[in-house]
């Protein structure tokens, strides 16, 4: 069971949204665009030494210095991350885990949404290797540092779309099902959630300090869906930057999720009015709150990255 739901609370909302972050260490995925940039900007300017996690560092040296004119004092690193190699997710953790004495937040925030049919360089389905394998593979693998780290917790970006989720455990990655790129997004979000509600659960068994919450941003306007070649990908390009919020709302149920000290671990945070609004806590899907099919996945993801989970 997941954290009981309560209305918001006033005091916890200006506590999450103000406060010096002077010596907190926050990994972001996906940083360079979007909700990722904007999620590094207030994290910066409220002092936060931000960790820009990006698939392509020499964007992401660019995105760092135009962050640094619009920040005074941004505190940025920027390190290769490709969520869809795993042995980048190894190389990655593995650096952090040797340069840092430990690490208080990591922000799982990057994916990609209705692409075209694709394997990643482990033979993966793209869409599942980059929005639930790799993700997951960071998470597990950035642990034991974030054990380390001051209040430390992990956030996952998932989706309304969660909602229309299907997670078949012996076809993850379309195989023999035909593959549809709405439906590879919906079980990727499905998973996430059911992956970050696990998560909790396992580590508050044996008494770790970390807690892992997940998030969904409503619908904001993103280069989220502008890769591939369909009708829902022509409509992310061309109409949603007109219809949908910001990103400054849409990075508000992450940042929630980030930094509000009142939320326990487990607790989803999503938009108001579901499509926009301030943040408010949620109460996912009934198949995210499967703990039987949360734990096979679980385990599934684990022979899939081939990671442990030493007492997990």
Same mark, same amino acid.
């Given at each position: ?62 995105? $760092?210095? !135009? +962050?640094? &004119? ?7 690193? #920027?390190? *290769? /991350? ?113 992956? $970050?509600? !696990? +998560?909790? &659960? ?7 300090? #970390?807690? *892992? /919450? ?99």
């Amino acid at each position: 069971m997941g954290p009981t739901l309560s209305p918001d609370r006033l005091a916890g909302v200006a506590d999450w949204r103000t406060g010096d972050l002077g010596g907190r260490r926050v990994v972001v995925t996906g940083a360079t665009s979007g909700l990722g940039r904007e999620i590094t900007r207030v994290l910066s300017a409220r002092g936060a030494h931000v960790i820009m996690a990006c698939r392509s560092p020499h964007k992401g040296e660019a995105v $760092a210095r !135009e +962050l640094r &004119r619009e920040v005074t004092n941004a505190s940025l690193q #920027v390190e *290769s /991350l490709d969520l869809a190699e795993l042995d980048s997710v190894r190389d990655f953790a593995a650096r952090l885990t040797a340069r840092l004495e430990g690490l208080d937040v990591l922000i799982n925030n990057a994916g990609v949404m209705a692409i075209d049919e694709a394997r990643s360089a482990d033979g993966f389905e793209l869409t599942l290797a980059t929005n639930h394998l790799g993700p997951a593979a960071l998470s597990l693998g950035l642990l034991d540092l974030l054990g380390r780290g001051d209040t430390p917790r992990v956030t996952s970006m998932s989706s309304i779309v969660h909602w229309a989720g299907r997670v078949d455990l012996e076809d993850l990655n379309f195989e023999r099902r035909a593959y549809r790129p709405s439906a590879a997004y919906a079980q990727s979000k499905l998973a996430n959630l059911l992956f $970050a509600l !696990e +998560l909790d &659960r396992r580590l508050r068994r044996v008494g770790s300090p #970390v807690r *892992s /919450l997940a998030a969904h941003p409503g619908a904001s306007a993103t280069n989220l869906g502008h890769e591939g070649s369909g009708l829902v990908n022509a409509l992310m390009r061309h109409v949603a930057p007109h219809v949908l919020q910001g990103v400054s709302r849409g990075a508000a149920p992450m940042l929630r999720a980030a930094l509000d000290p009142e939320l326990a671990g487990g607790t989803y945070v999503g938009a108001r009015y579901l499509l926009f609004g301030p943040a408010r806590l949620e109460r996912p899907a009934r198949r995210a709150r499967d703990s039987a099919l949360a734990s096979a996945l679980f385990e599934r993801t684990l022979g899939l990255v081939g990671a442990t989970s030493p007492g997990l």
